[in-house]
């Protein structure tokens, strides 16, 4: 009969201990997003980002599949978050049909997207770091106060998120074989389809100041040809 201390010793051997430790701090994770789920978001986070649309924003993104649902048609109105971000309107879609039309079923694929980017995260981390330094640092990313508020929420930043630390991922292990290439471009597509909406609807982004907001102010905007200052107009030749 093996001992009881030999079966302990055989839990944590050093190859198990650090998933121990990622189901841990997943599981810590999971615990602090879900706990009063409908209740609203601090105030801090509409004062870092400028805008209260977090407390109202949760239902207009899973709006076309909320209308499949009750109506039997993806489109009903002038509002449509299925032209810009498909995907996520069909992940919302599935869990309507699984789970019910309700905020808790919008938070939850949202914490879902959370922790499954928690997890690509400390994949992509951990092939450059050693195993404790990268459980470490996925520890301060998955417990960070502004992302754990965010994730609570049905925004569209936690499929962003989880896109680009899928991007991320895939993009390290392509170092070693080819075929995550191909992964990674359609990724990388829907994380740029998502970000050019608030790039059209935030111009605090820089994405927007990139494409919009530079060319603008060097003169090289296509959109608007605005008369230069009356101080910089180029002075009449008398000649």
Same mark, same amino acid.
């Given at each position: 009969?093996?001992?009881?201390?030999?079966?302990?010793?055989?839990?944590?051997?050093?190859?198990?201990? /650090?998933?121990?430790?990622?189901?841990?701090?997943?599981?810590?994770?999971?615990?602090?997003? &879900?706990?009063?789920? /409908?209740?609203?978001?601090?105030? *801090?986070?509409?004062?870092?980002?400028?805008?209260?649309?977090?407390?109202?924003?949760?239902?207009? !993104?899973? #709006?076309?599949? +909320?209308?499949?649902? @009750?109506?039997? /048609?993806? *489109?009903?109105?002038?509002?449509?978050?299925?032209?810009?971000?498909? %995907?996520? &309107?069909? *992940?919302? !879609?599935?869990?309507?049909?699984?789970?019910?039309?309700?905020?808790?079923?919008? /938070?939850?694929?949202?914490?879902?997207?959370?922790? @499954?980017?928690?997890?690509?995260?400390?994949?992509?981390?951990?092939?450059?770091?050693?195993? $404790?330094?990268?459980?470490?640092? &996925?520890?301060?990313?998955?417990?960070?106060? !502004? $992302?754990?508020? !965010?994730?609570?929420?049905?925004?569209?930043?936690?499929?962003?998120?989880?896109?680009?630390?899928?991007?991320?991922?895939?993009?390290?292990?392509?170092?070693? +074989?080819? $075929?995550?290439?191909?992964?990674?471009?359609? &990724?990388?597509?829907?994380?740029?389809?998502?970000?050019?909406? #608030?790039?059209?609807?935030?111009?605090?982004?820089?994405?927007?100041?990139?494409?919009?907001? $530079?060319?603008?102010?060097?003169?090289?905007? @296509?959109?608007?040809? +605005?008369?230069?200052?009356?101080?910089?107009? %180029?002075?009449?030749?008398?000649?």
């Amino acid at each position: 009969m093996v001992p009881a201390s030999a079966n302990m010793r055989g839990w944590l051997a050093p190859g198990r201990r /650090k998933w121990i430790g990622l189901a841990l701090v997943l599981v810590i994770a999971a615990v602090l997003r &879900t706990q009063h789920i /409908k209740a609203d978001p601090p105030t *801090i986070l509409p004062e870092i980002s400028g805008s209260a649309g977090i407390y109202f924003d949760e239902g207009i !993104y899973c #709006h076309n599949a +909320r209308n499949k649902i @009750l109506f039997g /048609k993806w *489109i009903t109105d002038e509002w449509n978050p299925l032209v810009y971000n498909a %995907p996520l &309107t069909l *992940i919302y !879609y599935l869990a309507f049909r699984l789970f019910g039309i309700s905020i808790i079923t919008v /938070k939850a694929v949202n914490i879902l997207f959370s922790l @499954l980017a928690i997890l690509f995260f400390h994949a992509g981390v951990r092939r450059y770091l050693k195993p $404790w330094p990268s459980l470490a640092l &996925t520890s301060l990313f998955a417990l960070d106060f !502004y $992302w754990l508020m !965010y994730n609570r929420l049905g925004l569209l930043e936690n499929f962003s998120a989880l896109c680009f630390l899928l991007g991320f991922y895939l993009f390290v292990i392509s170092e070693e +074989r080819r $075929w995550p290439v191909y992964f990674l471009g359609m &990724t990388a597509a829907v994380a740029v389809s998502d970000s050019a909406h #608030h790039a059209v609807h935030d111009r605090r982004r820089p994405f927007w100041f990139v494409a919009v907001r $530079w060319p603008r102010q060097a003169g090289m905007t @296509l959109l608007t040809r +605005r008369p230069l200052p009356s101080d910089r107009r %180029p002075m009449p030749s008398c000649l």
